[in-house]
């Protein structure tokens, strides 16, 4: 059974700096790993989407990898802005389970 | 192209009525998922429709139900509310089944039970 932990739960920075999230997941037969974003109150925005077959999709100033060897995805962000604050979460599909979302790590960045 | 819409957006009920949330996917979108959020549960899978047909149901009782119509939107109904009904309640559409393709998900419906 897949299970998806992100650590950690809350993060705060300062404007400009570069961070990682981080994405653990217990089943590497994995068949791709989706990070989205969501405002309080308002749904899911996906932001990228990792095949199994690849190792890191791009997306402005977010990179995201996945390595299913280790379990472990990261987002990273680069010079990080206060409309940025928000949280992000992960969500790993096994093919035999559905959609399985970590817990998600609450960002804020600050001006 | 339109995203994943969802209504009604807020609702308030007492505790033994019974609800029901609509999902319109995004055009061409064939496959809906429901899931419900919590502060101490996160996100939960609660099921899975394509070509109106049920493919993924999660562990909930059976007072959640839902189905998915020829136009591929989709409702879910909740009987007999409970206090811990309280939740945000997602649909997510891909183009196809299983969640292999990228979901794109909806604002959510709030529903509160009083």
């Known amino acids: 059974k897949q299970e998806v932990t992100q650590i950690p739960a809350a993060l705060s920075v300062p404007e400009g700096e570069n961070l990682v999230l981080n994405c653990s997941f217990t089943?590497?037969?994995?068949?791709?790993l989706q990070w989205f974003r969501q405002d309080p109150g308002k749904g899911l925005t996906s932001l990228l989407l990792?095949?199994?077959?690849?190792r890191e999709q791009t997306s402005g100033r977010l990179n995201a990898s996945l390595d299913k060897s280790s379990g472990r995805s990261t987002l990273y962000i680069a010079a990080s802005q206060p409309g940025d604050s928000a949280t992000y979460l992960c969500?790993?599909?096994?093919?035999?389970?559905?959609?399985?979302f970590g817990k998600g790590t609450r960002l804020s960045v600050i001006a | 192209k339109a995203g994943v819409t969802q209504t009604p957006r807020y609702l308030i009920k007492t505790r033994g009525q019974q609800v029901t949330l609509s999902c319109s996917p995004i055009?061409?979108?064939?496959?809906v998922s429901w899931y419900q959020q919590t502060p101490g549960q996160g996100l939960q899978f609660l099921f899975e429709?394509?070509?109106?047909?049920?493919?993924n149901k999660g562990n909930f009782p059976g007072r959640f139900s839902g189905r998915q119509f020829s136009n591929s939107r989709s409702e879910m109904n909740v009987s007999t509310l409970e206090l811990g009904d309280s939740a945000l309640y997602l649909c997510a559409s891909s183009p196809e089944p299983g969640q292999v393709y990228e979901q794109y998900f909806g604002p959510g419906t709030r529903l509160t039970v009083t």
């Open positions: 990792i095949q199994s077959s690849q």
């Open positions: 429709y394509f070509s109106e047909t049920q493919r």
């Open positions: 969500a790993g599909y096994s093919g035999n389970t559905p959609l399985v």
């Open positions: 055009s061409g979108h064939r496959s």
């Open positions: 089943d590497s037969a994995i068949y791709n």
